[in-house]
């Protein structure tokens, strides 16, 4: 996916505008295929970068540490593909990113990581760029070290929505119900420009639904449902879905 960047766009602070445009595309998903998001932050940024995002951001601001930063995004993105994938000619010729095996992926994205890090920059670039270190350690499984990276950030604003929603992610895929449960309920309770109206209580219900509490899910949408509306989005596709899933959890 290849979208160049507006004026309006580039003005924006590159946290929340990678957090916002990833969560419309994962609200629509995340029911049916949550067990792939529970590896975690990738859920929340791979959905927009498409390897080339960043770099319109980065040619804009003409920033090293978002070039760094944009260099991670890219092979944590980038597809693994096989020697006889049809799909290899046309990135190709894009001159763009993939690899032959997950291991030389998961190589690549450690080196990157590390001269990111130690190329310094801003604190939401560094930031961000840990939250990458911690998702690389969650998708190899490595759930004890994805916690410890991404345990400072959970205090240190705006990171901390992003860390706290991987943590949720990662105690899930270590079958750690009460973990897994306070980090979601913490997710709902935290305000932040960074996350949608609605959307922490949306994401406890889809939690409680996974764990089978349909009583605690019926209660959390009903929490998402009163947000959005008392903040006007009556048009907000969210305010749809969390109808959705009421309707639906009625008639079962």
């Known amino acids: 996916m290849t979208k160049k960047l507006t004026k309006q766009d580039m003005r924006q602070d590159a946290f929340r505008d990678f957090l916002s445009l990833a969560y419309k595309d994962v609200e629509q998903s995340l029911e049916h295929h949550w067990k792939i998001y529970l590896a975690g932050l990738v859920v929340f940024l791979a959905a927009l970068v498409g390897g080339m995002q960043a770099f319109h951001y980065v040619e804009a601001r003409k920033d090293s540490a978002s ?39 998961d190589a690549e994205v450690t080196k990157r990581i ?30 004890d070290e994805a916690i410890s990276i991404s345990d400072p950030l959970c205090a240190d604003p705006p990171a901390d929505v992003l860390a706290v929603m991987l943590q949720a992610r990662v105690f899930e895929a270590q079958k750690k119900a009460d973990k897994a449960e306070a980090a979601w309920k913490k997710l709902s309770t935290m305000k932040s420009a960074v996350l949608p109206d609605g959307a922490a209580e949306e994401l406890l219900g889809e939690y409680y639904e996974r764990a089978g509490e349909a009583a605690k899910a019926e209660e959390a949408y009903k929490a998402a449902q009163a947000v959005l509306l008392a903040k006007g989005g009556e048009k907000d596709p969210l305010l749809a879905r969390v109808k959705e899933r009421l309707e639906q959890m009625k008639a079962s």
């Open 67 to 105: 070039m760094r930063l944009a260099k991670v995004m890219e092979a944590f993105n980038a597809p693994v593909l096989s020697a006889d994938d049809p799909s290899r000619k046309e990135l190709s010729a894009r001159q763009s990113l993939f690899f032959d095996s997950s291991q030389a992926r």
């Open 114 to 143: 590390e001269e990111a890090l130690k190329g310094g920059g801003p604190v939401v670039t560094r930031n961000l760029t840990l939250l990458y270190k911690a998702e690389e350690a969650s998708r190899a499984q490595r759930y």
